[in-house]
């Protein structure tokens, strides 16, 4: 039996984070016979329940000792994990529990990371005395190997795949046209359908009043309907509410909280998406749903550039004229983007098959170490 464990952000009602989780556990099932994953989660009881996996505290040092030491692979897998902007914090954390690993002479995976923003220079020497001593480095963009070739990462063998939610399945539209009509939108209804996922950021009046305007001008002069659509249920809830209540015309909002397929279900019902947060564009692409991508991260840029698309601008930038005219573009070139996206998807898809391939391998030489 291969025994495997995963560290991530895992168990904190993120979308993006939990369809990674999904994604990871969903490959590897697939790829390796006779496998036992434990989960290191905020939420070990959810966690273990939608994932059907084992799933300790993620605070619990005792429990995560023990269960790195009864494994043969230790992942550190996916999301932004290794960044210091959002918070101080977790990056320390997770290259402790990566060097507990190493210490534990367990084979480690970095698992299709996106590398950074890293901004302090002890960070930067962190990462790369930690992350010099894994044995193999899988990163979902370009840009992460560069920045971990800069900051001297260069012992282990670095990857470049792709973010493991891309290999997601499409969710069922119909079942995603029902939740729409239960949260209220009329189901007999034939207008095009645009979505927005937005996230809070720091000073975002001029950006949500932007959006404001965009959807309220779509939806009075372009016959459309706008929906918004929360990906971290609790943070993005709020910002919907500043949003509905600043809005002059009729939009919907996805007020209740849905599972990873039928997320994948609401945004395949989509004519296009305004997406601010990553996986609302993943998940577009997965159901091949057109894009317009805003970005407050490098990662947003890194995944459009992936694709060979370009974001539209950043948070900070954001015209809703410029808005309202790509929307209107891609409308009229609605079918021809739909085929460009088919076929780039697929391949990232092909991309991120590399990463079940490295832990098969490290898998083997786990067992071929213990057997010495």
Known sequence: MGKIV???????????????????VNNLKDSIKDIEITVLSVNPESTSQKHKINAIDRKNIFQIYKAIKNCEVFISGGGSLLQDVTSGRSITYYLVIIFMAIILRKKVLIYSQGIGPINKWFNKYMVQWVLNKV?????????????????GVYTPDIYVTADPVISLKQGNKKTGREILTKEGMDHQSEKPLIGFAIRGWRDNDEFLSNICKTADKLIE????????IPFHFGEDIKILEEIAHKMEQKAFFIKNKYDIEEMLGIVGNLDLLVGVRLHSLIFAAIMNVPIIAISYDPKIDSFMKSLQLKTLCSTEGLNYVDLILEIELIQKKHEAYKNILTQRVKKLQEKARINEKLVIELLKKGRHQREE
């Open 135 to 151: 044995d193999c480095i899988s990163v979902r963009d370009e840009k992460s190997k560069e920045l971990l070739k800069k900051i």
């Open 221 to 228: 002069h372009s016959n459309v309907d706008v929906v918004f």
């Open 6 to 24: 995963i560290s991530g952000y895992y168990g904190f009602n993120n979308v993006g984070d939990e369809s990674i989780l999904t994604a990871i």
